[in-house]
């Protein structure tokens, strides 16, 4: 009988033993075959001719057909021979000793190490003794039965019927509450528990091949994450692939799990595999030909720069320092506007805004007052609900002067909160009744009495326009985006019948890309539903498909997963403690987008979170901060102010998620500069930014300093390591520069301060 490699599970392998074999092993015993006379059909056999018969019998069933994976062969296969299965990582140390004391001549592997059980190995910088090396449980079959799931309406069960639960799982270092499936050749999911040393993915495989492997978190029967991580299959892109197809089979909600493939390099296939299974909604946005579109998810996020950036925007938040003094003249500047708008003659003067009429104060009311008041999603917002109900009506105007005028302190975070959004709402008042309008000039007309810098706001403006909002900057194809489908009353809004899409929210007043927006909903049920919700919890607050922050409380850009793959120099520096000590809800900008432009792909493929677009609130923010400036010299001649406000920019954009270091700060780095912002930032101000970053803290931020370097410290000890792996690109992290004595911020020419 012929061996057939591609189908080990082939009736009569176990027969094929007996024979000779013809698919690549050697057929030398045909001819040594001897039988003890005529009266008996069994051959007798040689003792080598017994070795490979019992090799072959082993092969067999490790052996993978087409579309399954082996075990891997270098690291694992010891594991498999062994008759106690003891661990491979152990197994392998062992060998080395083996091979090094010559015993081989005498002892097999196995009978060396029951001979030697006092001999020491060492295993990731532990010492153990050979008898102590932990044993994988290879059950038999009735004890594998017991991790057998089933899946019904997509609800995950045991065999027998009980919902499978994996919080109480200890999951791998990282991953808790993840435990271990793995889909068999026969089409079954098993599902266990992880323990090293003990149970891994080998467990109820006993070392066969199998369809697909990872880690998986299901949650009182519903799944909610994939990890594509198998150490003893080193699964690839394809086992990916049977895993997606095994769920959708089985009529698995993709739509709202977490998918992560940690080790597969080609995250654009992976986008494309989550896509085309339905794991992630389409790609409603097609970029011209050659450009390879990707979506936001927490596969294109690197892990460590997004704990660097949280560790850095919460200890400038928490320790301020010159920053801090910087933002609080600006702040009671805008006080004064305020009250300018609020109770003089100057809070009726009009304005027009998209062909609308309206009023200074009807303005200000909008676009900033009502931002913070109690029931807004917005980070810096007043949480004392007792005064929602009168907040349009003077409470609202009085907690925020009262916050702007009170001078910034260490340890209250959210008072600098509340400054730095007051500058991003201001500053949208001013860049919209201006940019794009054909009021512009009444527009200009009317603010003009408000505007500490009205005598040099043209210039102000000319220069943010040519150096920072340019054509470049707002290049439709850089900054494609796609909000995720909110979810109204348990209804995606995503795809449905009644509900079509915005291809720009800027008409409407929203943000640039394509959005949902209650214009476009034909159900009048669901509209008035969508309204509702849009009230309650703000267009970033909404639920939405997919999103990767399902915690709106936490600070950052860390999803769910990075939160619990943090690495462990960051948690030994404190930033799970940190993240905690500084949860405040809102909705997160994360959470809202899909990406699809180039300026996202610039900085995932420089390992760079990414958030959105580059942020034009930035932008608008030194927009407004020029425009509160009361020196003789334009605020873009003054890079000492810049450069905090940078900082600060950068610090609140990244706490509330809405966008990524590389979003903000290289604006600010590019006006105090006086240089024309490249979009996309360029390989050198990519690879400077977190040193730049830094530096500027040290400079102005000065009790933040040792935080921060310890952050960096992490930043540059887990990324080397995610080089070494493979999950990172040498390129930028690996030129990440050790702190030194350099200025502030490099490459940054030096103006002289007023």
């Known amino acids: 009988m012929k061996i057939n490699a591609l189908n080990p599970t082939h009736e009569g392998l176990a027969a094929a033993s ?68 003891r661990y491979a990582a152990h ?67 045991r065999a027998g019927g009980a919902q499978i639960d994996t919080s109480s799982s200890p999951g791998k270092v990282g991953l808790p509450a993840y435990s271990v ?48 991580d198998t150490g003893h299959y080193k699964a690839e892109l394809s086992e990916l692939e049977n895993a997606l197809a095994f769920f959708k089979k089985n009529h698995v909600d993709m739509r709202e799990m977490k998918f992560d493939a940690p080790y597969i390099k080609d995250k654009q296939a992976v986008g494309d595999l989550l896509e085309k299974y339905g794991a992630i909604p389409g790609r409603p946005i097609s970029l011209e030909s050659g450009d390879l579109p990707k979506l936001h998810d927490t596969l294109f996020n690197h892990i460590p720069a997004a704990c660097l950036e949280a560790g850095i925007s919460l200890a400038v938040l928490d320790k301020p320092g010159q920053v801090g003094k910087v933002v609080d003249v600006y702040a009671k500047a805008l006080a004064g506007v305020i009250r300018q708008v609020y109770e003089t003659e100057l809070a009726s003067t009009s304005v027009t805004l998209h062909g609308k009429v309206s009023t200074l104060r009807a303005l200000f009311d909008r676009k900033l007052t009502t931002e913070f008041s109690p029931r807004s999603d917005q980070i810096g917002r007043c949480t004392d609900i007792s005064k929602a109900d009168a907040w349009m009506t003077g409470s609202g105007k009085d907690w925020l002067i009262n ?24 500053g949208a008042i001013v860049w919209e009744s201006i940019y794009g309008q054909p009021t512009a000039e009444a527009n200009k007309g009317a603010l003009s009495p408000l505007l500490p810098a009205k005598d040099s706001f043209d210039k102000l403006y000319a220069s943010i ?67 509702q919700q849009e009230k309650q919890f703000g267009r970033q607050g909404m639920k939405r498909v997919g999103d990767p922050i399902s915690d709106s409380s936490r600070p950052g850009l860390l999803s769910e997963f990075a939160l619990q793959a943090m690495p462990q120099e960051f948690r030994e520096a404190g930033l799970l403690e940190t993240l905690q000590a500084h949860q405040f809800p809102h909705g997160s900008g994360t959470s809202r987008w899909q990406l699809h432009g180039t300026q996202a792909k610039a900085s995932w493929d420089a390992d760079k979170p990414a958030a959105g677009s580059y942020s034009l609130g930035a932008v608008v923010m030194l927009l407004g ?13 003054n890079p000492e102010l810049i450069h905090p406000a940078g900082l600060a920019i950068a610090a609140f954009m990244n706490y509330g998620g809405y966008h990524s270091f590389v979003e903000t700060f290289p604006s600010a780095k590019a006006a105090a500069s006086g240089e024309r912002l490249a979009v996309p930032v360029s390989e050198d101000w990519m690879r400077q930014l977190y040193g730049d970053m830094v530096k500027a803290v040290r400079v102005y931020a000065p009790d933040a300093y040792a935080s921060v370097s310890k952050y960096h410290d992490a930043f540059r000890s887990s990324s080397a390591r995610a080089v070494g792996q493979g999950t990172a690109r040498a390129g930028h992290l690996a030129a990440e520069p050790a702190l030194d004595t350099a200025p502030a911020v490099v490459g940054a020419p030096r103006r002289k301060s007023v």
Not at 409 to 418: K, P, V, Y
Not at 478 to 484: K, L, Q, V, Y
Not at 495 to 513: F, K, M, N, W, Y
Not at 625 to 637: K, P, Q
Request: proline fraction near 4%; charged fraction near 30%.
């Open 18 to 85: 007996d024979k000779v074999p013809q698919n690549g092993f050697s057929t030398s015993y045909a001819a040594d075959l001897k039988f003890q006379g005529s009266s008996s059909d069994k051959p007798v056999r040689s003792e080598s001719q017994e070795k490979f018969r019992s090799a072959v019998k082993f092969m067999i069933p490790t052996l993978a057909a087409k579309g399954e994976r082996r075990v891997d062969e270098d690291e694992v296969m010891l594991e498999v021979k062994d008759p106690q299965h």
């Open 91 to 157: 197994l392998n140390a062992a060998r080395k000793l083996w091979l090094e004391s010559g015993a081989q001549k005498t002892d097999d592997l196995f009978t060396w190490v029951e001979k030697n059980p006092d001999l020491k190995i060492s295993v990731n910088n532990q010492e153990i003794n050979l008898k102590e090396i932990p044993k994988v449980e290879y059950p038999e079959n009735s004890d594998i039965e017991k991790h057998r799931t089933v899946i019904k309406s997509g609800q995950w069960q």
């Open 181 to 228: 499936i793995v889909i068999h050749r026969n089409g079954n999911a098993y599902v266990h528990d992880y323990a090293k040393g003990r149970l891994h993915h080998t467990t109820t495989t006993g070392g066969k091949p199998i369809v697909s492997g990872g880690m998986i978190k299901i949650d009182t029967g519903k799944a909610k994450a994939f990890r594509l």
């Open 403 to 426: 916050r702007l005028e009170t001078p910034s302190r260490n340890n209250a975070h959210e008072e600098l909160l509340t400054k730095l959004k007051a500058f991003n709402g201001f």
């Open 465 to 531: 326009r040519s150096n920072l909002a340019h054509e470049e900057f707002n290049d439709l194809k850089g900054r494609a985006r796609t909000e995720r489908a909110p979810i109204v009353n348990g209804t995606s809004l995503g795809g449905h019948p009644s509900v079509q899409l915005l291809d720009d929210g800027r008409p409407v007043g929203e943000s640039a890309g394509r959005i949902y927006h209650v214009s476009q909903i034909a159900d009048n049920k669901l509209k008035a539903d969508y309204a």
């Open 625 to 637: 901060l020029g425009s509160l400036h009361a020196g003789r010299n334009n605020f873009l001649d």
